[in-house]
């Protein structure tokens, strides 16, 4: 525990600093910035996993919470935007695959999983099991979170002059509301362990996040968390994020950046793109389906919409899905592809 309180501590002061600096996302962007310098210099930091995990499922009862009975009422609307989440993941893995093959010359099975828009642990330890570099996957997929998380809230503040909407929320809650309070928590309790039980993908934020999700639609929720809440949650998270990059060489992390810099570029272009062009058609707007077509981490891309305030509801239940259908279907389609090539 030692180590993770030191490495919070320093991703305070990071976090801290963009916090001045009324940076978006301020505690998991500065926590993340700083992290990452020292994780390469080699620090001893960590995050302890139990603790991330309980952080993870704050931002899922935050998540849920932001739902409301509007939210079943859109979902009937919300199939073109399965629709167009299926052709950007089918494309943007094509190029990003061929894109490594050509300009990275990774092998078939580093190249395949690392293209992958989602899923980072198992692409991790299911490429590495079908013969890929692990490390390789495992930083490349690191390094398009780091890339997309630094990149996507300050272009959406800025460039597009969105206002962050956190001050929206009590810094501590109000007291009027600790009936409500002590209901999320059971909220994230339960859906904690039953998530984990139903063997869901990122249980400790999905979990959380149904249970909330029903309160909140139901009605017998309607405040969110405290706003300390959420700062600790971004602070956990992008401690986390900076610190995947422990051990790794100066030379590694060039060469990674480079070409994850290029493949990141690939898929939130084709994101960008898409959302362009069929924002009219599914109802939802450009920034919310930027946001939802982004392969960004699950917990990392929702609280940037939560932070953002843009279709939260929407672009968490399309992450989610995206999140369930890489785990289910890129492994399969791996071993099926390697045994028709070999016939």
Not at 137 to 153: D, S
Request: with cysteine.
């Amino acid at each position: 525990m030692t180590a993770t309180f030191k490495a919070l501590f320093i991703g305070s002061i990071g976090g801290g600093l963009f916090f001045l600096a009324d940076l978006p996302l301020a505690w998991m962007m500065g926590s993340m910035c700083i992290t990452t310098v020292l994780a390469v210099r080699g620090a001893e930091l960590a995050v302890n996993a139990t603790l991330r995990k309980i952080m993870t499922a704050v931002l899922g009862v935050m998540l849920g919470s932001s739902f409301s009975s509007e939210t079943i009422d859109q979902l009937s609307t919300w199939s073109g935007g399965l629709i167009l989440l299926a052709i950007c993941v089918i494309l943007s893995m094509t190029m990003v695959y061929f894109y490594f093959r050509k300009i990275g010359h990774f092998d078939r099975a580093t190249a395949y999983f690392s293209a992958a828009p989602g899923g980072f642990n198992v692409m991790y330890e299911v490429g590495e099991a079908k013969g890929g570099d692990g490390r390789t996957i495992a930083l490349i997929h690191a390094t398009r979170i780091l890339l997309l998380v630094m990149t996507v809230p300050l272009a959406f503040r800025f460039a597009i002059s969105l206002p962050a909407t956190d001050q929206s929320i009590p810094l501590l809650g109000n007291i009027q509301y600790m009936e409500n309070y002590g209901l999320l928590l059971v909220a994230g309790i339960f859906g904690y362990f039953a998530g984990g039980l139903l063997r869901f993908p990122a249980y400790h934020l999905m979990g959380p996040m149904l249970i909330a999700g029903v309160l909140s639609i139901t009605g017998v929720v309607e405040v969110m968390p405290p706003m300390l809440l959420i700062y600790l949650a971004q602070l956990v998270i992008g401690t986390a994020i900076g610190l995947r990059f422990l051990g790794t060489t100066v030379y590694e992390i060039r060469r990674v950046i480079l070409l994850s810099c290029g493949s990141t570029s690939i898929m939130i272009l084709l994101a960008c793109g898409l959302s362009f062009i069929a924002s009219d058609l599914v109802q939802i707007s450009i920034q919310g389906l930027i946001l939802a077509l982004s392969p960004g981490g699950l917990a990392e891309m929702s609280l940037v919409a939560l932070g953002l305030g843009i279709d939260v509801a929407f672009v968490s239940i399309m992450h989610v899905i995206r999140i369930a259908f890489v785990i289910a279907c890129i492994p399969f389609a791996f071993s099926f592809f390697e045994k028709i090539r070999r016939k």
